[in-house]
């Protein structure tokens, strides 16, 4: 072995290290939170992060990821955030309570900066940004919630079923630019007894089938997974069209800048619905986010114009020189 070698398997080792690390006490962060919500009689659902990786590898450090994911019901927010107040933890926006419950209508998470570092907790109550039009009903998810337990202590998360459409649009909304995703999916898959009948009954009736089955098409491609027959069925020529583009955009190392026109004609490319493709371009237009609400302090009688601001934002942006987008961690 020469010198380059052992430089770089040592620097993979100390890469491996600090993931672990972090990973552990993300861990720990994660269930002191579950913990002290609880006593204060506060139902949240942990996913991805380190109990998937508990799920789907039976170890959190098997797993990469730099933060927390919960998913709330909504009208438990603003208790969650006095709760987590307590634990240290502050809001990245922060709105007047009316404010705050038009927020909730449009927006869909909180992030979350503690002693650590910013945006370690992303508290949700949508899996997605409303314009993207993909209508899972959290408070289902919570009905159908399944337990996995770490280091004794006992969380409730979203049901496989859930979970494998929720990792499906979320691989989706990134153009799959990790195979890790991939790879999740696949364990979740082969680990699970899933319904796949069910499964795409519920993919037909969100109108993302072709996501679905796009998602386990590039599996195979890439990891040679086995397709499902029920998914497989839902294979067409845009769908097969769309497997080989995103491949492409794979092997290249080729990122897609979530604020351009390609992005979102991608984003309409994937459904197969035209009232959904329609309804994507409608929200994204119009639908108020984060950004707009901290761009500007309006008067409550002025919050409509909150769109007149999205407006004025989006198309901003998609008429500024494009830039190169950076790399999102797993999540």
């Known amino acids: 072995m020469n010198a380059g070698d052992s430089t770089g398997l040592e620097a993979l080792r100390q ?36 109990v998937l ?10 797993r990469q990821f730099s933060d927390l994911d919960l998913l709330i019901r909504c009208d438990d927010l603003p208790r969650i955030k006095v709760a987590l107040a307590e634990l240290g933890y502050a809001p990245g926006l922060r709105l007047a309570q009316a404010a705050e419950r038009d927020y909730l209508k449009s927006g869909y998470e909180y992030t979350f900066d503690g002693a650590r570092g910013r945006n370690l907790l992303e508290i949700k109550w949508q899996v997605l940004p409303r314009f993207y039009a993909i209508g899972f009903d959290v408070g289902d998810f919570f009905k159908r919630a399944a337990v996995v337990t770490i280091e004794g202590q006992k969380l409730r998360t979203l049901s496989d079923q859930d979970l494998m459409l929720v990792l499906c649009v979320h691989a989706a909304k990134h153009a799959w630019g990790q195979i890790s995703w991939l790879s999740d999916i696949v364990q979740l898959a082969r680990s699970r007894a899933l319904d796949w009948t069910a499964l795409r009954a519920e993919a037909e009736r969100l109108g993302i089938t072709r996501i679905v089955t796009l998602t386990f098409l590039l599996a195979h491609e890439l990891l040679g997974a086995e397709c499902p027959q029920q998914i497989e069925a839902g294979k067409d020529v845009a ?8 491949l492409k955009m794979i092997v290249a190392d ?17 459904r197969e619905r035209r009232r959904d493709r329609l309804s994507f371009w409608w929200r994204l237009l ?3 986010g984060a950004g707009e609400w901290s761009a500007v302090q309006l008067p409550r009688p002025l919050f409509p114009l909150y769109r007149v601001v999205r407006v004025c934002r989006l198309t901003g942006r998609l008429i500024a020189p494009q830039h190169s987008p950076q790399r999102e961690g797993s999540a």
């Not at 990786?53 to 098997?62: D, F, H, K, P, R």
């Not at 604020?259 to 979102?264: D, L």
């Open 15 to 50: 890469q491996d290290q600090s993931n672990a690390h972090r990973a552990l006490w993300l861990t720990v962060e994660l269930l002191n939170i579950c913990r002290h919500l609880q006593a204060r009689g506060l139902e949240v659902l942990p996913y991805k992060g380190p």
């Open 53 to 62: 990786a508990e799920m789907l590898y039976g170890n959190v450090a098997l």
């Open 239 to 246: 769908t097969e069209g769309l497997t080989q583009r995103i």
């Open 254 to 270: 080729e990122e897609f800048d979530p604020e351009t026109i390609a992005y979102f004609r991608l984003m309409t490319g994937l």
């Open 286 to 288: 119009v639908t108020p």
